[in-house]
């Protein structure tokens, strides 16, 4: 679990106290909450904290689009014949102030380009959005949880509900669905765009 929130946060938005009996439940709903704004958004908004590689194919330029990450500990190039490890200070990130990390451009006069090919380029990295899920995300998910309890315990009294994935959610209050409107506003604001 990414603990995009917690049972504090939880808490404090509904204004009621969760049982410690009911741990578990809060968990799972939890779990399917990351769940669901991760697969909507396209995105892991709490980074790995060991780093993997993953490949893309080399596009003949000195730019290559990646996807979001924290950290690149390595890079490895391919030819064909031989794989060239770029040194830390042959190549930068960009943005290069912020996170995440969406592209890297080749510094090197030696390498001047990402040699054309499929798989050819190996990138090390700690893939992720951010370190710490941002304060808009766990509004998101505090808010999504929220309403999963409600639906769970409380749903005869609901004013509004709707589904997402295997779950449902229901606000008893007009203030608490104004919040799950605002919850879906940002995570349309994170979406991934993909080419």
């Known amino acids: 679990m990414k603990q995009y929130t917690s049972k504090d946060r939880v808490e404090a938005l ?17 779990e399917e ?5 991760d697969t909507f958004t396209g995105r892991n908004f709490k980074a790995d904290t060991e780093a993997s590689a993953k490949v893309y194919d080399g596009n003949g330029t000195k730019q290559l689009i990646i ?5 690149i500990e390595s890079i490895s190039i391919y030819d064909g014949s031989t794989t060239e490890e770029l040194d830390s200070d042959k190549f930068f990130t960009y943005p290069a102030n912020a996170t995440p990390k969406l592209r890297i451009e080749i510094g090197d006069e030696e390498t001047s380009y990402f040699i054309r090919g499929q798989q050819n380029i190996s990138v090390m990295a700690k893939w992720g959005y951010s370190v710490v899920p941002p304060k808009e995300i766990e509004f998101v998910a505090s808010v999504i949880v929220a309403g999963m309890i409600n639906y769970a315990y409380e749903h005869n ?10 779950y449902n959610v229901s606000y008893n209050r007009k203030e608490d669905w104004v919040k799950y409107e605002r919850a879906k506003e940002i995570l349309e604001k994170y979406k991934k765009i993909s080419f």
């Open 33 to 37: 909450a990351e769940n669901y704004i």
């Open 157 to 166: 009294s609901e004013v509004e509900s709707e589904s997402i994935d295997d």
């Open 14 to 30: 509904m204004l009621v106290k969760i049982k410690d009996s009911w741990i578990e439940n809060f968990n799972i709903f939890l």
């Open 67 to 71: 996807d979001d990450c924290v950290l």
